[in-house]
């Protein structure tokens, strides 16, 4: 099994910023994407960012602009710097690793979550 630990959730301002980390262990999967969903008090989860094996990504409408997603191979860690942030983004932010164990895709591997709260 793969497990995400995350980190760099907290309290910013309008307008600041913050960078949010998750990085990956264990052995016996290919993690083929990795990326973020968010979820605010009283909706559905929705996607964030994602970036694929060769450096791909796909950015929320919302977020188009103000968030960057990044991968560190080395590491099995991918990031999402925050910037421009608004009260919206407010929300419990998990990452996820897509897993493929040889050719069969076996489905994503989710963190915990971390808060991030944005004050107007």
């Known amino acids: 099994q793969v497990q995400l630990a995350e980190s760099g959730g907290g309290l910013v301002q309008a307008g600041g910023s913050l960078r949010l980390s998750c990085a990956a262990s264990?052995?016996?999967?290919?993690?083929?994407?990795m990326g973020w969903n968010r979820q605010a008090p009283g909706k559905e989860r929705v996607l964030v960012a994602t970036i694929r094996t060769g450096g791909s990504t796909v950015y929320a409408d919302s977020v188009k602009g103000r968030f960057t997603i990044s991968r560190d191979y080395t590491k099995n860690t991918v990031y999402l710097q925050m910037n421009s942030l608004k009260p919206e983004d407010t929300a419990v932010y998990y990452c996820?690793?897509?897993?493929?164990?040889?050719?069969?895709?076996?489905?994503?591997?989710w963190g915990q979550g971390t808060q991030v709260t944005v004050s107007s």
């Open positions: 996820y690793a897509g897993l493929y164990s040889g050719l069969t895709y076996v489905g994503r591997s």
């Open positions: 264990g052995s016996g999967f290919r993690i083929i994407d």
